[in-house]
């Protein structure tokens, strides 16, 4: 072999490997300015990126800093350095590896910048902060190689941006150093070349063979699929038994709080007692860590989780995946399928377990998505100004810099090619004075200008400040979970600050599968003791919640057009004829609505079929609207599919609510005031260094926090209300948690073609949407029975027999 | 003046939904920790950049007070500026709007921790201000009665219909009244604080701030 060495074909006949073709293929381009590898899990990605960095350092380590890697989990370069020690052992190189995150000591971040060691291991945020240093030139000198791992994931975050933005400064000072992204299966390649390497065409992009296609299916028992609901508690039978006849399972929930309500049903049905555990985003870290560390000893078998295990560390033996609730989105079912038989050429097997009926059409819809290789994805938009400002505070922290050369090295990153330099300057602006209509600051200028045009910050001792507040996931207010009793009780994991703070003592919630009874709150703990006797009453988490991507619902929509009921259950194809014939079914570029009287109330159905977000956007327009009519709107659910609003008064012009122009004008009116755009101002505000988060010495508490940034939000509001924030505020919010994006596109594409049903009573498509709760149900044997009563009774109303 | 009312040694007085206290009979307002220049003196210790106008937003509120209780004395119970070099960062404008309010009133400033000494502008500066059988000071201190005092910008949280709810309030024993800070850029601290719950008595109402004012008893540790 051409490319490696004699020490390494050995090494690799004496491990009777051979190396897959795309590893050959990264060999031997290894030394283009950047490249790009598409792979599916297992198929030896970390390998084919460090191995030409191996090859180069056998002869050459020892002399500072070659290849940097870069992870979006810290546990992810953790693990990658074990993985990385063993052939480096094995090959007898004399290679440091060494790791930099969050989690890393003061000591030996310092020694790391006297001397850094071979391979650097790190994170974007820690990255961010290394360039900060006036040191970084020294640091940097020599290096070789970037390893971006698992960019698809941060080329959909920004704490990409914030990586571009870092790299650039990197590039700025080793012009020499090329660059290369792993990424797992994408719908777009390109668009992630370009994101590496700002549209040069100098990124060679390997694609791995994808593999045999997956073994992948619905749930075969489907008989009384509930009509509402998320959780699949009804299938805990099934998967228990799928279990048992696996070696290793991996059960995907969509959100934490149904991962902890189903590990406990689990339980609750675990005859066998099997060792099953759970692992989630908010439970302890060490708890985590002994989760993670008992599945690669292969002691589990299974693990409920969330997608704190999309991305990352090799899983051992998993042999099936389950997924329970709709996939909401392909590319994430591929990557969790993935996950299963993880050794390459190989089938992964799995299956999907729709949590209700209309789920069905939404994960048979997913299956073709997944077979034909259909992945969904949204364009990115342009680098935000947030992340920009941070970064242009942390370039001040290195030293003096000079604006046009900024500029420029910031367009030149795939993230900000098409920021304009007014923009940039406003950034520039914010940051220097805080760009205030009132110029207040004068005197105190966070960044004063030199006579010789560059700019620099006015108190040195600033930079420790700013560093200590770099970051981009905006974490939630969280609290730590403690056992009582004993002097620094066991850590059960964290909940959010707002729902510690609606606990009063005695009540009783889930977490890490255990009930527990709230007892006190002390400084910033929950004091909880174990309460295995009782019912949870109440269980809300923090984490996302996905929202349904745009491909799937157009192929849902697409099947409703062909009346393509292949793969759907009779239940499901029997309910669906019957809205045909009682209603009409939605269908691609139009927009359906129905409206019907019901126990007294008048009630609009809304089949927007545009994610969660978007139609709770729409259902607080709409109901705005129709309070200005007088109508008497008495409130909305929404689903990713649908909102129902009742009103006290008929709903006669449907069609008339739906003026694109008064719906953005309404818009503009609620926006302000409303909860979404306060947390979206708090996290660009937190980005942008207007709020700090982080206080050399001490942490400020959460709730001083939250209180702070209501108040900055609402006198920005009154006395400068087109400030830089401001603006960054809204665009953020119209894309993410209002989406009111989507809903203009909707809008857009269907035009004149809405479509009123006057019914006589409600329709079999809106019955589920009586039930859904809008959160994650509360517990209880006798809620089920009673939402199965009513939406037995609602369907027979409906004219089902 | 509309608000909530109630005795405190015998003595009527009026909670305003500002924050403001109003004693009817010797048309007196009081306010607490007003924090004028906070944003001043944060970005002058290298830290955020807050929007400055945080004092114009104080003043504001405040001149609607003193107008619609047509108040002859004004007390500002301390920690009036954030510190004593915060009002020299005042703008000329809002200098002249402080002496503009003063005009025809008497205005006593009592020291708070905050600001320890005497500030460079109008009216009488005191550590206590005693008006029988009422005294006015920043710090609470245990064993006293008829105390007016500020300095801890307490907030009671409610859960209300599954909503929670959270606003500055007054605490109200039989011996002391709390006042919430007045500032625009001031946080709070709960009741349920061990400080604020080991002040106040067993009897305790906390008067919430805001359009409506209502009174519920002190949420305590």
């Known amino acids: 072999m051409m490319y490696i060495s004699e020490r390494f074909n050995n090494w690799l006949l004496q491990k009777a490997w051979r190396l897959h073709p795309h590893q050959i293929e990264m060999l031997e381009t290894s030394q283009r300015p950047a490249q790009l590898l598409i792979a599916p899990t297992g198929a030896g990605k970390t390998l084919a990126g460090f191995l030409p960095s191996l090859c180069e350092l056998e002869t050459t380590s020892g002399n500072g800093l070659h290849t940097l890697y870069i992870s979006p989990l810290k546990a992810l370069a953790a693990d990658i350095k074990r993985n990385l020690m063993l ?19 003061s000591h030996v971040k310092r020694r790391q910048r006297a001397a850094p060691p071979d391979i650097l291991l790190t994170t974007p945020e820690s990255l961010a902060i290394l360039t900060s240093y006036e040191d970084a030139p020294r640091i940097f000198a ?21 990586l571009m933005l870092a790299l650039s400064r990197i590039l700025g000072l080793v012009p020499d150093l090329r660059r290369v992204g792993l990424s797992a299966t994408v719908e777009n390649p390109k668009a992630i070349a370009n994101f590496l390497t700002a549209g040069s065409k100098i990124c060679p992009i390997h694609t791995a063979d994808t593999g045999p296609p997956p073994n992948i299916k619905m749930l075969d028992v489907l008989e009384n699929l509930p009509w509402s609901g998320a959780g699949g508690r009804y299938a805990i039978k099934n998967v228990l038994d799928q279990v048992n006849k696996h070696k290793t399972t991996l059960i995907f929930h969509n959100t934490r709080a149904q991962a902890e309500i189903f590990f406990h049903h689990l339980w609750l049905a675990n005859e066998e007692a099997l060792p099953i555990a759970l692992h989630h985003g908010s439970l302890d870290k060490q708890q985590r860590h002994r989760v993670e560390s008992a599945m690669i000893q292969g002691q589990l078998r299974a693990v409920v989780c969330t997608g704190s295990l999309d991305l990352g560390i090799d899983w051992g033996d998993v042999d099936l995946v389950v997924q329970i609730g709709a996939p909401k989105n392909v590319k994430r079912l591929v990557q969790r399928i993935g996950r299963a038989n993880h050794r390459y050429n190989a089938p992964s097997k799995a299956i999907i377990v729709p949590a209700n009926r209309f789920e069905t059409v939404e994960c048979v819809a997913a299956l073709e998505a997944v077979h034909e290789n259909d992945l969904d994805g949204e364009p990115k938009g342009p680098g935000p100004l947030d992340v920009l400002c941070q970064h242009i505070l942390l370039v001040a922290c290195s030293g003096p810099f000079h604006p046009d050369t900024l500029f420029q090295e910031v367009c030149s990153t795939g993230s900000y090619d098409t920021l304009t330099r007014k923009d940039f300057d406003e950034c520039l602006e914010f940051c220097t004075n805080g760009g205030y209509a009132l110029r207040q600051y004068d005197r105190w200028q966070r960044l004063i200008l030199h006579p010789d045009g ?27 979970v403690r056992l009582q009793k004993q002097k620094g009780g066991k850590p059960l994991g964290e909940i959010e600050e707002g729902f510690a703070a609606t606990l009063t003592r005695g009540d009783t919630f889930l977490i890490g599968g255990e009930v527990v009874r709230f007892e006190s709150l ?27 991507s745009t491909l799937l619902c157009d192929r849902i929509l697409a099947r409703f057009a062909q009346k393509n009921w292949t793969g759907l259950p009779t239940e499901t194809i029997k309910w669906l004829e019957l809205q045909s014939s009682v209603s009409r079914l939605p269908m691609p570029d139009s927009l359906l609505l129905e409206t019907f009287p019901r126990q007294n109330r008048h009630h609009l159905c809304i089949y927007g079929f545009v994610g969660r977000n978007a139609q709770q956007t729409l259902g607080l327009l709409i109901t705005k609207q129709l309070e200005k009519r007088n109508l008497g709107p008495l409130g909305f659910v929404a689903t990713d599919y649908a909102t129902l609003i009742w009103a006290l008064d008929p709903i006669d012009d449907p069609k008339s609510l739906f003026a694109l122009d008064d719906l953005e004008h309404g818009l503009e009116h609620w926006l302000s005031e409303n909860a979404f755009m306060k947390r979206s101002f708090k996290s660009v505000a937190t980005i942008s260094g207007l709020i700090e988060r982080n206080m050399p010495g001490q942490r400020k508490s959460g709730r001083q926090a939250t209180f702070s940034s209501d108040i900055i939000y609402e006198t920005l509001r009154k006395y400068d209300p087109d400030h830089l924030m401001m603006r960054v505020t809204k665009t953020e919010a119209m894309t993410g948690l209002v989406d009111f994006a989507r809903i203009r596109k909707m809008l857009l594409s269907v035009g004149d073609n809405i479509e009123h049903k006057r019914l006589r009573c409600l329709s079999p498509l809106s019955a589920p949407l009586f039930l859904e709760a809008g959160r994650v149900p509360v517990e209880g044997q006798a809620v089920d029975r009673l939402i199965e009563q009513e939406a037995e009774a609602l369907m027979s109303e409906a004219g089902s027999t | 003046m509309e608000g909530y009312q109630f005795t405190l040694a015998g003595t009527s007085l009026t909670a305003l939904g500002s924050g403001a206290l109003f004693w009817p009979e010797k048309r007196l307002l009081c306010v607490s920790d007003l924090h004028l220049g906070k944003a001043d003196r944060m970005m002058r210790r290298g830290g955020p950049m807050l929007p400055p106008y945080e004092v114009r937003d104080t003043l504001m509120r405040l001149e609607a007070d003193i107008f619609s209780s047509q108040a002859e004395i004004i007390v500002c119970l301390g920690d009036s500026f954030d510190d004593l070099q915060a ?45 029988p059988p009422l005294s006015f000071r920043h710090i609470p201190s245990l064993g006293e009665s008829g105390e007016i005092a500020g300095h801890f910008h307490p907030k009671v949280q409610l859960k209300l219909q599954g909503r929670f709810i959270s606003k500055p309030c007054f605490l109200l024993d039989s011996d002391r009244l709390v006042l ?28 919430l701030t805001g359009k409506q004012v209502d009174a519920v008893p002190m949420p305590r540790l």
């Open chain 1, 87 to 105: 052939p480096i052992g094995e090959l007898g190189l004399q290679v440091g590896v060494e790791d930099r995150t969050g989690d890393t000591s």
């Open chain 2, 180 to 207: 919430p800070a007045y500032g625009t850029f001031t946080g709070g601290l709960k009741t349920q604080s061990v400080e604020l719950s080991s002040l106040m008595g067993l009897e305790a109402l906390a008067i």
């Open chain 1, 522 to 548: 002390r400084e910033m703990t929950v004091e909880v003791s174990r309460r295995p006797d009782k019912q949870p009453k109440i269980a809300t988490f923090m984490g996302t919640k996905f929202t349904t």
């Open chain 1, 454 to 480: 560059r700019y620099a910050l006015r108190d040195p001792r600033s930079a420790l400040r700013i560093r200590l507040n770099v970051g981009t996931i905006q974490d939630t207010d969280t609290l730590k």
């Open chain 1, 142 to 162: 020599g290096l070789q190689r970037v390893i971006v791992d698992e960019i698809h994931a941060l080329y959909e975050s920004k704490r990409g941006d914030q």
């Open chain 2, 87 to 131: 009002e020299k960062s005042l703008r000329n404008e809002e200098l002249l709007w402080i002496t503009r309010l003063q005009a025809g009133r008497s205005w006593i400033w009592i020291e708070g921790n905050h600001d320890p000494g005497p500030i460079d502008m109008g009216g009488t500066h005191l550590q206590i201000l005693p008006i």
